[in-house]
Every structure is written in C-alpha cells, then in structure tokens.
C-alpha cells in the first residue's frame, strides 16, 4: 500500500485507560454507526475473563501461536500492555475485513500501538477518551470489581501514564456523560466522511 491518504484505509483509533468508559462507548458507537464501524478484533495471549468469548471479544492465543503470527507478518501492530507479559496486536485481516466493506476499521488499542499505526498511516482519525477526573477513574476501576488490589494500583499507574499521551491524539473526549462523549465522537465522525 501507498502512502497517500486516498490509499490509507480507513482507520478509527480510541484509547483510554481502562475505566475510562471506553467499552460503553465502543459498544454504543457499533450499535449506532454513526458513519460505518467494522469493530476490529484484537489478538492477545491474556486469559479470557468471565463473559468473554473467543472470536468475539478477542481472538485468545497463546504466546506460541501469537508469536508465530508476528515472525509471519500477521499483525499491523501489536504491544505488551501492562507489563503483565500479556501481548496485544491488530491483525491485517481485520484491517482488510473493514476495508472490503468500505468502512472504518474501528481499532480499541493501547497508546503505543496507537502511534504504530499512526506512523503507518497518518491519516488514522485518532480519539483519547478521558474521564473527568482520576477520582472518578479510580471509582469505575473498583465498580467494575474484576481486578484484584495490587492490578487496580498497576493499571492507576499506566492511566496516569496513558493520559500523558493524550496530546499525541488528534482529538480528545470527556467521558463526563456518556450520551455528550457519544454525540462529540459520532459528529466527529461524520465530519471526516
Ligand atoms: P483488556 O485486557 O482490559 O481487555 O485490555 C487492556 C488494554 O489492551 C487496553 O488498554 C486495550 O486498549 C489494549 N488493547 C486491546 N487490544 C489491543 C491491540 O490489538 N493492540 C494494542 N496495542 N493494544 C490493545
């Protein structure tokens, strides 16, 4: 692929640190396709949690088999997150799946696989969703009661470290009010078409 922006595909890119709100957003935004969403899958060799599927939520591996795609050229980008050991990484054929349909690769991923693939495509519209303020974060963190002390306190750390990137995003959202943050994001959208 070229590097001009009509040969880029189509590229949507939300990070946040977790607590941020940001699988609400995810899943609002796929039911309301504000301009079309194809929601990329991610790999990753962490554990399935309670409720998720595999193929649906991500695609589980383990680390065999997720490095035996990387070494074949599978992923468009990929990151260890939270120093757990835990790599994550966007396959090309959910890239692609997207772009058969003329729609935008809707991509949930870290910062630093964020500013992979903004070095690969440059026009990738990049959102930072934010929470009011880290009190708030720290709540909705503990509300969801699916980490443990010690992961709560690792993933306050990498937040506060998360959230100075935000100024690397072309744009980014208060998550203050979950309809404002889905309406801001949705005429965004609209604005790129
Ligand atoms: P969780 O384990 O809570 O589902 O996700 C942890 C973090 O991994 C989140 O910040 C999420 O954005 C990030 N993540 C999920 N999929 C990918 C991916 O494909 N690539 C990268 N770089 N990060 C990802």
Redesign the pocket.
């Known amino acids: 692929m070229g590097s001009s922006s009509s040969e880029e595909p189509k590229i949507l890119i ?5 607590g941020s709100g ?2 609400t957003i995810v899943k609002e935004l796929m039911a309301r396709q504000p301009v079309p969403l194809v929601k ?1 899958i ?3 060799t ?1 554990s399935p ?1 309670q409720h ?1 599927e595999d193929k649906l ?2 695609y589980f591996m383990d680390r065999p088999t997720f490095e035996r795609k990387l070494a074949a050229g599978e ?1 468009l ?3 260890e ?2 120093q757990t050991g ?1 790599l ?4 090309w054929t959910e890239v692609d799946r997207a772009a058969r349909l003329n729609a935008w690769a809707f ?8 500013m ?1 693939v903004v070095e690969r495509y440059p026009h990738s519209l990049t959102i930072f969703l934010k929470t009011p303020s880290e009190d708030v974060y720290e709540q909705r963190l503990r509300n969801r009661g699916t980490e443990d002390e010690e992961t709560i306190q690792r993933r306050l750390a ?1 937040a506060r470290r ?1 959230l100075s990137f935000a100024d690397d995003y072309r744009y980014q959202v208060v998550n203050d009010d979950l309809e404002r943050a889905l309406d801001e994001i949705s005429k965004i959208l609209l604005a790129q078409e």
């Open positions: 939300l990070s946040g640190p977790s940001k699988t990329s991610s790999a990753t962490r949690r998720e939520d991500y992923f980008e990929h990151a997150v939270f835990n994550y990484g966007t396959l991509l949930e991923i870290d910062v630093e696989g964020a992979k990498i998360e």
